[in-house]
């Protein structure tokens, strides 16, 4: 098996789609990875689409309505049965072809786009799922090898400055910019990266979870090359 689980007590390898939703996160464990080598030509799929923004959707109309080879077919196969193997599970995919994110350079000493290291938040009880099928994949990181951007002195100084308000009002001013969500890794720190392929479940941070979020980031994309991500 490949050394991206080298981490073990962060990640868990399941091998179906039942186990990766019905595996409870647990003591340092919040990343769960069905682990898969797909046949297909996801590349000939990359290739037949049209990039209408720097992230287009893919409907499942759009992906059936491409002419492939065989292995192209097979490609769109695995993708469609994702599709619907999630959304049977009451969660919401989106199929994206990526050619980057927008980028977040307001500040030079903090960031708060997707590839800094980041932790998703929500209201209520979710995971995050994400598949690269093609381009560059996403990292996550040991959440003892990265502290919060907004505890580090230099950091927090010049965010307060930004604030003038209570100590009350600059956490919450923290928690609304989402800058609480970003960090830093350590020296030492060794990223994992997801691979293609793989379904991934990651966990957030919501008020019934019971371990740390996972920290994680979007990759820099390959020069010339989009990506074909799920991701709900």
């Not at 046949?39 to 209408?52: R, T, W």
């Not at 292995?71 to 049965?81: C, D, P, Q, T, V």
């Not at 786009?113 to 381009?135: E, K, N």
Request: aromatic share 10%; net charge negative; proline share 3%.
């Amino acid at each position: 098996m490949s050394n991206i689980f080298s981490v073990k007590n962060q990640i868990g390898v399941v091998s179906t789609f039942s186990e990766l939703v019905n595996t409870d996160f647990k003591g340092e464990m919040n990343a769960l990875c069905w682990y898969r080598s797909l046949d297909g030509d996801f590349n000939e799929i990359v290739a037949k689409l049209s990039l209408k923004e720097n992230i287009t959707e893919i409907s499942p109309k759009a992906l059936q309505a491409l002419q492939l080879s065989e292995k192209g077919n097979l490609a769109r196969e695995i993708i469609l049965n994702d599709l619907q193997l999630l959304t049977d599970f009451g969660a919401s995919p989106s199929l994206n072809l990526l050619k980057c994110y927008e980028r977040d350079d307001e500040f030079d000493f903090i960031s708060t786009d997707v590839y800094s290291f980041h932790v998703d938040r929500s209201p209520i009880a979710t995971d995050t799922f994400l598949c690269t099928y093609h381009g560059a994949s996403s990292d996550i990181v040991y959440n003892s090898q990265a502290k919060q951007k907004i505890v580090i002195p230099e950091v927090r100084e010049k965010l307060r400055e930004l604030h003038d308000g209570t100590e009350e009002e600059f956490e919450e001013f923290l928690k609304e910019n989402y800058f609480d969500l970003h960090y830093q890794l350590d020296e030492d720190a060794e990223p994992i990266n997801l691979g293609q392929m793989h379904l991934w479940r990651l966990a957030v941070d919501h008020p019934k979870q019971k371990v740390l979020p996972c920290i994680h980031r979007a990759p820099i994309e390959n020069e010339g090359e989009y990506r074909l991500l799920l991701i709900c």
